[in-house]
């Protein structure tokens, strides 16, 4: 069965750090591209903000423009695992976080969550002020 399991995802305060995984079961990671979305509430499935993408085999990470350089993106392909790292997280940073592979590459530019068609259920983020 083919699936991707997040983790990590918490209530932190301002400031704090956590650390998000994605673990993969029935695929490889090292052969996809694997990004990590999130949705704030209120916000529908198809608003989901990019966040980070690392491509296959970890040869390059993007990030979003908001994460101005507290998130980090990177892949321990032993373990079939991603991870997010987010420093200095702010109150605006809370939001259900998704990873996301692109299984089937389809021309899709990997900040749009169209260019993925295998996603996890998401963690919670709740960083209070």
């Known amino acids: 069965q083919v699936q991707l399991v997040e983790s990590g995802g918490g209530l932190v305060e301002a400031g704090g750090s956590l650390r998000l995984s994605c673990a993969a079961s029935?695929?490889?990671?090292?052969?996809?591209?694997t990004g990590w979305f999130r949705q704030a509430v209120g916000k529908e499935r198809w608003e989901r903000e990019f966040?980070?993408?690392?491509?296959?085999?970890?040869?390059?990470?993007y990030y979003g423009d908001f994460t101005e350089g507290r998130f980090t993106i990177s892949g321990d392909y032993a373990k079939n695992t991603v991870y997010l790292q987010m420093n200095d997280l702010k109150p605006e940073d809370t939001a259900v976080y998704y990873c996301?592979?692109?299984?089937?590459?389809?021309?899709?530019?990997?900040?749009?969550?169209?260019?993925?068609?295998?996603w996890g259920q998401g963690t919670q983020v709740t960083v209070s002020s």
């Open positions: 966040v980070a993408t690392i491509t296959w085999n970890g040869q390059k990470m």
């Open positions: 029935g695929l490889a990671l090292s052969r996809y591209a």
């Open positions: 996301a592979v692109e299984t089937t590459v389809r021309g899709v530019e990997l900040r749009s969550p169209y260019a993925y068609d295998l």
